[in-house]
């Protein structure tokens, strides 16, 4: 059991890094909350499941922060996309002639 | 459950005891004792805050109740939790990649359900599957900026490929 928590929780820490890695060369705002949002909710869920494994009497609250997470979490990046879209900030494409046609149009 | 019973109906006390249960079950995760005293005080707290958010009630109404949603429900579960690991590992795959390989682009996709809850479900379901942000719901079109969006792509493409494996299970449980 104890083997298995840490596999999970060295799981969880790896996709937190990729998703820091993430946010560190993606080229613009909209594709760094892609990477920030996808890779700490399952970072965190799989934290969340490690300390789970570890310490069993604790599940139920554990239970309520992962749901709170899963909710919360595309939801403040889906605000923070919206609002850079009405403030005018434009995605980055990296051949204008090819996929910028949708969002001329 | 409900003493003005005058102008609720039907739906709205059915979604009244729903959020009661939803409240009671989150006290009983958060205090993880069965002790009578808890279970009383827990069980007011719930009816309080069920009766002081009566007017918002109608977030739920899209909400199916019946026994046989419980099934989408849990299909739905399942195939979130596999999309969620697929857009994690997608995601790594870029990131990783020396070249970073991304098209990215806005696209306008449509969506058949029709209640507001349905489509925050439906919306936060796509933020979390590979490749795709929610960045917009206009009625009954969601923006969604989409790192590697396919040449001459339309927008009954974009709806098949990102929306419909979930609306599929979506609408057995909300409208």
């Known amino acids: 059991m104890r083997l298995l928590a840490d596999i999970v929780l060295l799981v969880g820490a790896a996709f937190t890094l990729l998703g820091a890695l993430g946010l560190l060369r993606m080229p613009d705002v909209y594709n760094r909350i892609q990477a920030g949002t996808k890779a700490v909710t399952l970072g965190a869920l799989s934290l969340i499941l490690g300390i789970g494994l570890l310490y069993p009497q604790w599940w139920s609250k554990l239970l309520v922060i992962a749901l709170l997470i899963l909710v919360t979490n595309p939801l403040g990046s889906s605000t923070i996309a919206r609002a850079l879209l009405i403030a005018g900030v434009k995605p980055w494409t990296k051949t204008p002639t090819t996929a910028g046609k949708e969002r001329e149009s | ?175």
């Open chain 2, 1 to 175: 459950m409900k003493t003005p019973a005058n102008e609720a109906t039907d739906g709205t006390l059915a979604h009244g005891v729903f959020l009661f249960l939803l409240l009671f079950t989150l006290w009983l995760l958060l205090t993880g004792s069965i002790d009578p005293a808890e279970l009383i005080a827990g069980a007011m707290v719930a009816l309080a805050v069920t009766l002081i958010s009566r007017p918002h009630l109608n977030i739920f109404t899209g909400l199916r109740l019946t026994p046989g949603a419980i099934l989408p429900f849990l299909s739905y579960l399942g195939l979130f939790l596999v999309e969620l690991i697929r857009a994690n590992l997608d995601m790594a795959r870029r990131v990783l990649t020396p070249s970073l390989p991304l098209q990215p682009a806005l696209v306008e996709v449509k969506t058949e359900l029709q209640s507001p809850l349905g489509r925050l479900i439906l919306a936060n379901s796509i933020t979390l599957t590979p490749g795709t942000l929610t960045v917009d719901v206009l009625e009954d079109r969601l923006v969604i900026h989409w790192v590697e969006v396919p040449p001459g792509l339309t927008i009954e493409d974009a709806t098949r490929s990102i929306t419909s494996k979930f609306e599929r299970h979506l609408k057995g449980f909300v409208k």
